[in-house]
């Protein structure tokens, strides 16, 4: 337990008036992370990218595939409790919205007690930005049962885990609904 055992961190995203997302990851479950790695892929910047070198090949093909990835480093997240309920929350920076009303990223993330991987999805409905994300790993158990979080107006919420992980066995654990 002391890696961390079977909790884990997600990353959500919050609209600003400015055209940008804050990004924050939350830890998830009752024992401290430490020394989480977070590898953010956007599949749009990085189809973008890859039809720019194909005009142009000879340039570095390992820059533009990497071109939609995005890197953090948090040192340490606090387990939920009472002084974080919900769990601790950093601050991670910010993302542009880009032009579309839509986008899909994959998340990877690494600390001591193992491996998971996010889905994220955003999505402006009416003018406003709502997401819903699913979370497979760091257990066997979770992998099973990946965790869900998502906005109450997002369409099909529910089960976007079963969407986004179809080997999944069993219903997703512990559904929230953000307020």
């Known amino acids: 337990m002391s890696t961390g055992g079977d909790s884990f961190a997600y990353i959500t995203f919050t609209p600003q008036p400015n055209e940008q997302f804050v990004i924050a990851i939350t830890s998830h479950g ?16 990085r189809l973008l990218a890859m039809q720019e070198y194909n005009k142009k090949p000879g340039g570095d093909w390992i820059r533009a595939i ?28 910010t993302y542009p919205f880009g032009s579309k009303d839509t986008n899909d990223l ?35 158990k979770s992998v099973r049962e ?23 066995k069993t219903g997703p654990r512990k559904p929230k609904g953000k307020s």
């Open 146 to 168: 990946p965790f869900e979080y998502f906005d109450h107006e997002f369409p099909d919420g529910k089960g976007i885990a079963r969407r986004d992980w179809p080997l999944a």
């Open 66 to 93: 990497q071109a939609g990835d995005t890197y953090f480093q948090v040192p340490y997240l606090r387990p939920q409790g009472p002084e974080a309920p919900g769990g601790d929350v950093e601050m991670l920076g």
């Open 30 to 45: 009752k024992y401290p992370l430490r020394e989480i790695r977070v590898t953010m892929m956007d599949e749009e910047r």
């Open 106 to 140: 994959t998340i990877s993330f690494s600390s001591y007690n193992g491996y998971w991987n996010e889905r994220l999805h955003l999505r402006r409905i009416g003018g406003k930005w709502l997401q819903a994300l699913s979370v497979i790993g760091p257990t066997a």
